[in-house]
């Protein structure tokens, strides 16, 4: 029995979410990327699976298998997330960026293995573009929602990042805790509204925590309409 959440108030709604990380290619046989598992998004997947949405996971390389009835895209670089997440932009009613999205890609992609040389090697990295920020450019009706992982000053980061991305929502993460966050079961979060004074959502596990986001992304939503 499902005791952590039995609504079904997300019913005819349709949830896009990004998950895990994104990897860009050095060479044919390297990449660059981060830490991320994509169990934050993959259990908001579950839990909007849950609550009766149709639900679009957008997805970087994990390990992890989606929730039987969640529609399963997979990506690996930034470029790609991009042109799936604004595809599916357009027909969701809520999206969430959970991916951790490389931030930069490597300049010109080398066709064959590159071969040490004794010398040193320097990679030139060209910024990617801002896939949130992008959606909170087009955003109509939907409720967008993105994370911010910091390592310090998590209330002034996530604010500046709900201003200039035009979210509606911040889920503010503290990367710097080995307890939570990257890689583990378990997440405490604080939630970043331009209404509301942040709100903290005690430490537990993912699926929970993300049943308790819904809450709040659910309540905008009806509140939009
Ligand atoms: N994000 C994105 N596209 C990028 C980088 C980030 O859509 N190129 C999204 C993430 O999915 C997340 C939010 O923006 O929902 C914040 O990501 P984060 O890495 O915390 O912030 P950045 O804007 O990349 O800034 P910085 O890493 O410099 O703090
Ligand atoms: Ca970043």
């Not at 109509?140 to 929502?169: C, P, R, W």
């Amino acid at each position: 029995i499902n005791k952590i959440n039995s609504k079904k108030d997300l019913v005819g709604k349709k949830v896009v979410i990004s998950a895990g990380s994104t990897i860009e290619p050095i060479d044919p046989v390297r990449y660059i990327s981060n830490y991320s598992s994509g169990k934050m998004g993959y259990a908001l997947a579950e839990a909007a699976f849950e609550r009766g949405a149709s639900v679009t996971l957008v997805s970087g390389p994990t390990n992890l298998l989606a929730t039987p009835g969640v529609k399963i895209n997979r990506i690996k670089t930034t470029k790609e997330l991009e042109r799936k997440m604004n595809e599916e932009f357009k027909t969701a009613d809520i999206a969430i960026m959970a991916a951790a999205v490389s931030d930069y890609h490597v300049a010109k992609v080398a066709n064959n293995k590159i071969k040490k040389t004794g010398e040193k090697l320097t990679l030139e990295l060209v910024q990617n573009p801002d896939i949130l920020k992008g959606l909170g450019s087009v955003k109509e009706k939907q409720i967008l929602v993105g994370f911010a992982a910091e390592t310090n000053n998590l209330y002034e980061n996530a604010q500046n990042k709900l201003l200039s991305k035009h979210a509606d929502m911040i889920v503010g993460n503290d990367v710097s805790r080995k307890d939570i966050g990257f890689g583990n079961d378990d997440n405490e979060v604080t939630l970043f509204t331009l209404k509301n004074s942040p709100i903290k959502l005690p430490k537990t596990n993912k699926k929970e925590l993300s049943h308790k986001i819904l809450d709040v992304i659910v309540e905008k939503l009806m509140s939009k309409e």
